[in-house]
């Protein structure tokens, strides 16, 4: 024994972008919205977006716009909600206030 460990043949997980999400009618007429063919990140009306916020971002910065699908939700006993919010750079886990 003792050697090293076998290597994982895993492959990698899929990229969010490639998301079923993302095909949905629903995402693409919110990019028909915004005058945009495709989801760019740099873009600047997506430029606050969820990678953006996971590198801290919102540390300097008001978030002013962010174009998301609520992938899961549910109510908690305070009546707020807890969201998981994805777009094609990643997905974050958030509270959405009760009075919001």
């Not at 998981?84 to 974050?92: F, K, R, V, W």
Request: charged share 20%.
């Amino acid at each position: 024994g003792g050697g090293p460990p076998p290597s994982s043949t895993q492959p990698p997980p899929p990229k969010m972008s490639d998301s079923k999400w993302f095909k949905l009618p629903s995402w693409q007429r919110m990019l028909e919205a915004l005058d945009l063919p495709v989801y760019d990140p740099a873009s600047p009306l997506l430029r606050t977006n969820v990678a953006w916020i996971l590198n801290g971002g919102w540390r300097g910065m008001r978030v002013h716009r962010l174009a998301v699908i609520i992938t899961d939700c549910f109510e908690t006993p305070f009546g707020d909600l807890k969201v998981t919010l994805a777009d094609p750079t990643g997905a974050i886990r958030c509270t959405i206030h009760k009075d919001v």
